[in-house]
């Protein structure tokens, strides 16, 4: 018998939900100091900054789950301070999944930022320093309000990105109903166990949460051009 609404475990859509709305939420506060410093500062190392930040664009996403268990695993240093702050491992937790969710969804916020804020118009950004603005002030009087639109629409790109990781995710946050799941693991889990109805509705059902996120954030994208054109 074929599977009814109601009997569908909504969990690891809720989980996917929570897991992007919070990666976003720290892609957009370090992604965006991060662009701003890739975009308006000269320094040494520079070049492998950005190559860095570019990687996980071009490797796939099992590597880049390696990397995070090497990193952020319960015997690194890192993983060690978590469990001490926390009292829990980071590994195989919903919170591993945030962080898998950054790691594939930043860089593209970040490539796209950098191009923003270099086409803000300098000479703004020049008269307010020249009338004694800091630079703090003038990023976040001028520079900011000027690349918002534009920041928007990425950053939900990065929320309909992060919505649908999957590789990343099942490495260091695992496949445990109920804790860890998110939907692209349970649509994966579905159609490995020929459960296709199951399948076909969950992945419906984040093309159009999907969908729903990137919508606004194209009319914001194409606004912002429309505005800096004219």
């Known amino acids: 018998m074929g599977r009814t609404l109601e009997s569908i475990d909504w969990f ?17 506060v370090i992604g965006t100091g991060l662009a701003y410093l890739l975009s308006h500062r000269e320094f040494r190392g520079k070049s492998l900054l950005d190559s860095a930040i570019t990687l996980p ?5 099992t590597v880049l789950g390696y990397y995070l268990l090497v990193v952020v695993g319960r015997e690194t240093g890192l993983g060690r301070l978590y469990e001490w702050l926390f009292g829990t491992p980071l590994v195989f937790t919903w919170q591993a999944a945030v962080v898998a969710a950054i790691v594939h969804s930043a860089p593209i916020y970040i490539k796209g930022a950098r191009v923003l804020l270099e086409n803000v118009d300098y000479r703004y950004e020049w008269a307010a320093r020249s009338l004694g603005a800091s630079e703090w002030r003038t990023f976040w009087r ?11 629409a990425l950053g939900s790109l990065s929320f309909a990105r992060a919505l649908g990781d999957f590789g990343i995710t099942i490495m260091v946050a695992g496949n445990f109903p109920g804790r860890t799941q998110t ?8 159609v490995e166990s020929g ?6 509705i969950l992945v419906l059902v984040v093309s159009a949460v999907a969908l729903a996120f990137l919508w606004p954030g194209s009319y914001l994208q194409r606004t912002s051009r429309m505005s800096s054109g004219s």
Do not use: C, N, Q, W
């Open 12 to 28: 690891p859509l809720f989980l996917s939900l929570k897991v992007a709305a919070l990666s976003t939420m720290f892609i957009l």
């Open 57 to 61: 664009l071009v490797l796939p996403p």
């Open 142 to 152: 001028i520079t900011l309000p000027l690349a918002r639109r534009g920041l928007s």
């Open 183 to 190: 939907v692209s693991v349970a649509i994966y889990e579905a």
């Open 195 to 200: 459960d296709g109805r199951l399948a076909r």
